[in-house]
């Protein structure tokens, strides 16, 4: 499902313990290249089993510094048909859930703010092109 605002979308995202992937939730996430990192609610990431790698200080979208947890979560985009393991914030409770650039690069996807929706990009990696529609 996908839902719009103000030029923003969002996208289902399963989200699971990469120890224990039986331990998820699935949630709307707001599409933000703005974020670095993916963005979830620090209380949902532990109820999943999710444990806090680093701390890290992370700047907000009003300017002020934090310094944040951050941790690894399995990310599952069902529109991609894909799971990645991604650097993931824990966020305030009741924060916002966002997915982040970091996440979407992983997945090799970039927002497409017309259409709403994750649309494939090519990336050079060692001097080869990548992409998610090449022939295999």
Do not use: Y
């Amino acid at each position: 499902m996908i839902e719009t605002k103000m030029g923003m979308f969002k996208v289902k995202a399963k989200v699971a313990n990469p120890a224990d992937p039986t331990r998820f939730f699935e949630e709307d996430f707001w599409v933000d290249t703005g974020a670095f990192h993916s963005f979830v609610p620090g209380d949902r990431l532990e109820a999943i089993g999710i444990e806090p790698r680093i701390s890290r200080e992370v700047t907000l979208a009003d300017g002020r510094k934090e310094r944040r947890l951050e941790g690894e979560a399995q990310f599952t985009i069902p529109e991609l048909k894909e799971t990645h393991t991604c650097s993931v914030i824990f966020g305030p409770k009741d924060s916002l859930c966002l997915l982040g650039a970091t996440t979407l690069e992983n997945f090799v996807v970039e927002p497409d703010p017309v259409a709403k929706k994750l649309k494939p990009i090519a990336a050079i990696i060692g001097g080869f092109v990548v992409s998610r529609t090449s022939s295999e």
